[in-house]
T-cell receptor
Framework: AQSVTQLDSHVSVSEGTPVLLRCNYS??????LFWYVQHPNKGLQLLLK??????LVKGINGFEAEFKKSETSFHLTKPSAHMSDAAEYFC???????????FGSGTKLNVKP | EPEVTQTPSHQVTQMGQEVILRCVPI?????FYWYRQILGQKVEFLVS????????KSEIFDDQFSVERPDGSNFTLKIRSTKLEDSAMYFC?????????????FGQGTRLTVV
C-alpha cells in the first residue's frame, strides 16, 4: 500500500532562515515523488519532482529535495525563507503503472518577518 | 504557461440537489482526474479518466458521482444528490501521454458547500 506522511502540520520560520519540510513515504513500487505548493485561493503548483534520476532535485523558487531510499524520505528544503514562501506544501507520491497520486496531509509554512 | 481552469470557484447548494463541477484541462493532456479535500483532511483521489472512460475510481466515487468529457475539452464531475459530507474542495488535474514519471497539473479548485 502507498502512503505519504508529512511529519509536521505547521512549520514556522523567520525570514532568511532555512526551511525543512519533512516527508516520508511507503510504496510497493518505484515511486515518483513530488512537492506541490498551494497559496491561498490558488491551485496546486508543482515545486519539484523526483523520477528515478538524480536523487537531489532542484525546483522552483530555490527549493530542493533529496530522495533517500534507505530512509524512505523526500524532505523539502530551502536555504533562506522568503515571506512569499508562506503557503501549504504537499508531498505526493505516484507509482509506476498507476495513474493516481497519493497526497500527504500537508504542511502549512508560516514565515515571520 | 498553460493551466487547468475550474469553474465555479465556489458553489453553494442545498442537500439533495445536483451539482456539476467543470474543468478545462490543458489541451494536449490525455489523462484526467478529480480529487477532493474535505476541510482539515487529506487530498483524496476520486477518479481517473482516459480515452473517454473511467480508468480507476476510489470507494468514495459511488453511484452518486459521474464524470464525462462531452465535447473533448470540458471535463465535468456531477454529483446527483448532494449530501452534507460532499462539502469539500474539488480539484481537477491532468497529465500528458505518460502517466509514469509525469507530474499532474491541478486547477485552482472548486469549493463545494452543501447546506
Amino acid at each position: 500500500a502507498q502512503s505519504v506522511t508529512q511529519l509536521d502540520s505547521h512549520v514556522s520560520v523567520s525570514e532568511g532562515t532555512p526551511v525543512l519540510l519533512r516527508c516520508n513515504y511507503s510504496s510497493s513500487y518505484s515511486p515518483s515523488l513530488f512537492w506541490y505548493v498551494q497559496h491561498p485561493n490558488k491551485g496546486l503548483q508543482l515545486l519539484l519532482k523526483y523520477t528515478s534520476a538524480a536523487t537531489l532535485v532542484k525546483g522552483i523558487n530555490g527549493f530542493e529535495a533529496e530522495f533517500k531510499k534507505s530512509e524512505t524520505s523526500f524532505h523539502l528544503t530551502k536555504p533562506s525563507a522568503h515571506m512569499s514562501d508562506a503557503a501549504e506544501y504537499f508531498c505526493v507520491v505516484s507509482e509506476d503503472n498507476f495513474n493516481k497520486f497519493y497526497f500527504g496531509s500537508g504542511t502549512k509554512l508560516n514565515v515571520k518577518p | 504557461e498553460p493551466e487547468v481552469t475550474q469553474t465555479p470557484s465556489h458553489q453553494v447548494t442545498q442537500m439533495g440537489q445536483e451539482v456539476i463541477l467543470r474543468c478545462v484541462p490543458i489541451s494536449n493532456h490525455l489523462y484526467f482526474y478529480w480529487y477532493r479535500q474535505i476541510l482539515g483532511q487529506k487530498v483524496e483521489f476520486l477518479v481517473s479518466f482516459y480515452n473517454n472512460e473511467i480508468s480507476e475510481k476510489s470507494e468514495i466515487f459511488d453511484d452518486q458521482f459521474s464524470v464525462e468529457r462531452p465535447d473533448g475539452s470540458n471535463f465535468t464531475l456531477k454529483i446527483r444528490s448532494t449530501k452534507l459530507e460532499d462539502s469539500a474542495m474539488y480539484f481537477c488535474a491532468g497529465t500528458g501521454w505518460d502517466t509514469v514519471n509525469t507530474e499532474a497539473f491541478f486547477g485552482q479548485g472548486t469549493r463545494l458547500t452543501v447546506v
